[in-house]
T-cell receptor, first 114, second 115 residues
Framework: DTGVSQDPRHKITKRGQNVTFRCDPI?????LYWYRQTLGQGPEFLTY????????KSRLLSDRFSAERPKGSFSTLEIQRTEQGDSAMYLC????????????FGSGTQLSVL | AQSVTQLDSHVSVSEGTPVLLRCNYS??????LFWYVQHPNKGLQLLLK??????LVKGINGFEAEFKKSETSFHLTKPSAHMSDAAEYFC?????????????FGTGTRLKVLA
């Protein structure tokens, strides 16, 4: 069990650029979540996958955001045409599908949009 | 829809005194409830979870929480605060019987422990 791994740890980009983040969950975990956290706030749900299927996406999420989990293992989160309001910590979590299992979180990717 | 409200954004206690962090939830079904802790520059860690077994749940580091359906509350307590408890605490609800597997976080309570 090597934990949930996220890459990169930090990303600085200019407004209008596209960025992509990667998350590697714990190997036997089939459910994967993306959250966004800004300073002083709790993590905000973005989307989640069970295996390769994206089962739910936040209605508040702009269509500039897209996530994939092509083989049911690692996942990517892409933000197109970044805006300053996208600056946040992006957190990935994984768990085993079942009832009320705990989430294991990665250390996050800190995005700064200049 | 499920939601949680953390009633205090900041709580300060003296070392050795009791801790109370308040959380109220809204759920259409019997929810699962969790408390997570986030220390500065560290990842989120599960303190405890309630999943419709015993209403008093014991977690790590001496924390416990009591599920009160009549009050729709899930407050976190600890008898005696330690300096190392200073962190951000999040109450989380999951409403899985409704068919979704989202975990919804509260806005957090920052706990400060005074020497």
């Amino acid at each position: 069990d090597t934990g949930v791994s996220q890459d990169p740890r930090h990303k600085i980009t200019k407004r209008g650029q596209n960025v992509t983040f990667r998350c590697d969950p714990i190997s036997e975990h089939n459910r994967l979540y993306w959250y966004r956290q800004t300073l002083g706030q709790g993590p905000e749900f973005l989307t989640y996958f069970q295996n390769e299927a994206q089962l739910e996406k936040s209605r508040l999420l702009s269509d500039r955001f897209s996530a994939e989990r092509p083989k049911g293992s690692f996942s990517t989160l892409e933000i197109q045409r970044t805006e300053q309001g996208d600056s946040a910590m992006y957190l990935c979590a994984s768990t085993v599908a079942g009832s009320n299992e705990k989430l294991f979180f990665g250390s996050g990717t800190q995005l700064s949009v200049l | 829809a499920q939601s949680v409200t953390q009633l205090d954004s900041h709580v300060s206690v003296s070392e050795g005194t009791p801790v109370l962090l308040r959380c109220n939830y809204s759920s259409s079904y019997s929810p699962s409830l969790f408390w997570y802790v986030q220390h500065p520059n560290k990842g989120l860690q599960l303190l405890l979870k309630y999943t419709s077994a015993a209403t008093l749940v014991k977690g790590i580091n001496g924390f416990e929480a009591e599920f009160k359906k009549s009050e729709t509350s899930f407050h976190l307590t600890k008898p005696s605060a330690h300096m190392s408890d200073a962190a951000e605490y999040f109450c989380v609800v999951s409403d899985q019987p409704s068919g979704t597997y989202k975990y919804i976080f509260g806005t957090g309570t920052r706990l400060k422990v005074l020497a």
